[in-house]
Antibody, heavy 129, light 107 residues
Framework: EVQLVESGGGLVQPGGSLRLSCEVS????????LSWVRQAPGKGLEWVSY????????YYADSVKGRFTTSRDKGENSLYLQMTSLRVEDTAIYYC??????????????????????WGQGTLVTVSS | DIQMTQSPSTLSASIGDRVTITCRAS??????LAWYQQKPGKAPKLLIY???NFQSGVPLRFVGIGSGTEFTLTITGLQPDDFATYYC?????????FGQGTKVEIK
């Protein structure tokens, strides 16, 4: 059974930092892309970042570029989101989600496009003074 | 960035109704479109990928069609479990973007 479990959310002051974790199980970690998606209270879904199965490429939403860093650790079967310079508007539930099986061309280029097949239950980040 | 526009934002319907949600992309995304269902307090759930393919376990009453810039999700024979918010998402190019959501509520 595929499982994704987020942790690390909490209350932080504007300008502060926080690191989210997402521990996964039930699939071969090194074969699948992972993403972060957030949802502000009462609002819609906003994609935050994507990391391929090989940790490159990594993409970020413009709203977090330069402030957030996504990484993954095969040994820990975990995805991470390091958030710095946090703003009130970063307040949201943060979900980690698994994409589909990554496929690569012989030159190492990613050739697959996959949706978000499995989601964690989310962790709440509140940025407030 | 590719903008995704969903309509309507809210839809009132009865059990057994046929409902259709529309999603328009600001530029062509081929068929790189997914539909998700989200219930209050829960994570989203993938229903449809590549515009018209059923995710495993999804009831056949959920039908997605479209390509290019115009897509629809139709629920035929609305069931009590279907009252939720639905989102479209393009995964054609980064930045990935979601529609603003369509809440399907009981009439």
């Amino acid at each position: 059974e595929v499982q994704l479990v987020e942790s690390g959310g909490g209350l932080v002051q504007p300008g502060g930092s926080l690191r989210l974790s997402c521990e996964v199980s039930g699939f071969t970690f090194s074969d699948y892309s992972l993403s972060w998606v957030r949802q502000a209270p009462g609002k819609g879904l906003e994609w935050v970042s994507y990391i391929s199965s090989r940790s490159s490429p990594i993409y970020y939403a413009d709203s977090v570029k330069g402030r957030f860093t996504t990484s993954r650790d095969k040994g820990e079967n975990s995805l991470y989101l390091q958030m710095t310079s946090l703003r009130v508007e970063d307040t949201a539930i943060y979900y980690c989600a698994r994409g589909g099986l990554d496929q690569w061309n012989p030159f190492g280029g990613l050739i697959s496009n996959t949706p978000l097949e499995y989601w964690g239950q989310g962790t709440l980040v509140t940025v407030s003074s | 960035d590719i903008q995704m526009t969903q309509s309507p934002s809210t839809l009132s319907a009865s059990i057994g109704d046929r409902v259709t949600i529309t999603c328009r992309a600001s530029q062509s995304i081929g068929t790189w479109l997914a539909w998700y269902q989200q219930k209050p307090g829960k994570a989203p759930k993938l229903l449809i990928y590549e515009a018209s393919n059923f995710q495993s376990g999804v009831p056949l009453r959920f039908v997605g069609i479209g390509s290019g810039t115009e897509f629809t999700l139709t629920i035929t024979g609305l069931q009590p479990d279907d009252f939720a918010t639905y989102y479209c998402q393009q995964y054609s190019s980064y930045q990935w973007t979601f529609g603003q959501g369509t809440k399907v509520e009981i009439k």
